[in-house]
């Protein structure tokens, strides 16, 4: 956490003891009528950041409109990502170590154009389009799976029997892990990635009991031992090239310059996070709300036209990425507030998801919703997300062969939720998937 800046001035809370930061919050539910409140009442609002919600930074703006999610998304130059992006606490405050460690989520035009480009190939449209029957035998398999165990137990988890495992085999073979590596990978990821949940990372983000490293996710022992993993698997690559992304990252130049070490290890984190901790959880979430609206998946079946806007509205309604990070880089406004050179301001993509302002009666889910303008790959600008294309194939390829096997699928317990203000996520489903 970094401690509250003395030179700003104190500003009160715009809304006092409604919350939207606290960890806890979220492991109970998404806090639709906290969101709703902060959009209707004051869409730009100033959020202390205090122990009781786990924080103590100098607080930021708080975004929960549409509007204005898409504006700072699309103005990089006013709202930048490398004067400070991506978390809500600073992380580093040490400027070298804060160079060496940016992901090109952090950074602005143009160091981040050149970066992008290194990956863009991989997950364009175009070339996404040709990994569809990989997904369609991935998603058989797993589905298959799911279905032969509630046969035998009952009950399956949504989780980690089914969602977890596609975007895991989707991502490994593009990154160039070989199998036998991924489990132990993305077990370092989840303990990365989950760090305010107990029940994934033995030091938790917000509770000073732990040890150090928890603040400083890229510089903690897990991250160390993945950046050590990297490393041997890209030195055997260097000047041989072999079409992974792996490969791509150890023989890249930018500026005629090579990625150092840690660059590489940072930007393969962000790739394997990136790629499979938010898909898991639009498809698990994905499965729940079927369960809870079975007319939907019946639906589907009879008009399986709809596969493109369901795919949108299970996007929409999921959303797993909770918000995002940027600074002010000059004095100036949103929605007639003034905002300060040096402020950071929070987009909330949930909430802008159930804006009534773009979306007609938000909270139904409805899979013909058209058109559909949700930010959940985030309100565009240069930082929209690179794998886009990959998670819509994997949610439409679920959703098609969901509609294809599967009746019904029946929640048999109760769905526990991730402890984050940063991922919307599930980490258990207890469900039965009713063959057809
Ligand atoms: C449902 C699944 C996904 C969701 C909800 C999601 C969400 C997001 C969001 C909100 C952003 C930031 C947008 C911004 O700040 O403007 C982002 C960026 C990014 N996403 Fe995704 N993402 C998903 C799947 C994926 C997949 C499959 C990959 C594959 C590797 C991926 C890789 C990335 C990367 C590398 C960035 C940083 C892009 C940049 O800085 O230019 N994402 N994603």
Redesign the pocket.
């Known amino acids: 956490m970094s401690p509250a800046d003395p030179s700003r001035p104190a500003r009160p809370d715009s809304l006092p003891g409604v919350d939207v930061l606290g960890h806890d919050v979220y492991e109970r539910g998404v806090p639709h009528e906290a969101y709703d409140r902060f959009r209707t009442e004051a869409p730009v609002a100033w959020v202390n950041e205090t122990p009781a919600n786990g924080h103590d930074g100098s607080g930021f703006w708080s975004l929960t409109a549409h509007e204005h999610v898409v504006a700072v ?1 699309k103005d990089w130059r006013t709202f930048s ?1 490398e004067v400070g ?1 991506t978390e809500i606490e600073e992380l580093e405050h040490d400027p070298e170590a804060l160079a060496a460690r940016r ?3 952090e950074t602005d035009p143009p160091r ?1 154009t050149k970066l ?1 480009q290194l ?1 863009n190939p991989t ?1 364009s449209k175009l070339a996404v389009e040709t990994y569809a029957a990989h997904a369609d035998a991935l998603v058989a398999e797993v589905i298959d799976d799911a279905l032969a165990e509630t046969r035998t137990a009952g009950v399956v988890d949504g989780v980690h029997a089914v969602a977890r495992e596609l ?1 895991i085999r ?2 490994t073979g593009l990154l160039g892990v070989p199998d036998d590596d991924a489990p132990q990978l993305f077990h370092w990821a989840d303990q990365i990635v989950y760090n305010a949940d107990p029940d994934y990372s033995p030091a938790v983000s917000d509770r000073t009991d732990t040890d150090p490293y928890r603040l400083l996710p890229f510089r903690s022992p897990v991250s160390a031992k993945v950046f050590e993993y990297v490393q041997r698997l890209a030195t055997a690559r260097r000047g041989v090239p072999s079409g992974d992304l792996l490969s791509v990252l150890s023989n890249a130049l930018i500026d005629g310059e090579p990625l150092t070490e840690r660059e590489q290890g940072t930007f393969f984190l ?2 394997l996070i ?3 901790e ?2 898991r ?2 498809l698990a979430q994905g499965l729940l709300v079927l369960a809870e609206h079975p007319d939907a998946l019946a639906r589907l079946r009879a008009e399986p036209e709809l596969l493109d806007t369901a795919t949108e509205e299970v ?1 929409r309604w ?4 909770l918000h ?1 990070r940027r600074t002010a880089t000059v004095h100036t406004e949103l929605g007639g507030v003034p905002i300060a050179a040096g402020d950071k301001i929070v987009t909330w ?1 949930l909430a802008a998801n159930f804006d009534p302002a773009v979306f007609a009666s938000p909270k139904v889910f409805d899979i013909a919703r058209s058109p559909n303008r949700h ?14 294309w ?2 819509r194939l ?2 439409r390829t679920f959703l098609a062969e969901l509609a294809a096997k599967v009746e019904r699928v029946e929640l048999v317990g109760e769905p526990r939720r991730v402890r984050s203000n940063f991922i919307n996520g599930l980490k258990s489903l207890p469900v039965a998937l009713v063959p057809r």
Do not use: D, K, W
């Open positions: 998304h990502s992006g992901t090109m989520l981040h992008r990956v997950f975007p989707m991502i962000l790739l990136a790629g499979n938010t898909t959880h639009a996007l999921t959303c797993p990425q995002f993509y930010v959940t790959f985030g309100g565009g600008g240069p930082h929209l997300c690179l794998g886009q990959m998670a994997e949610v």
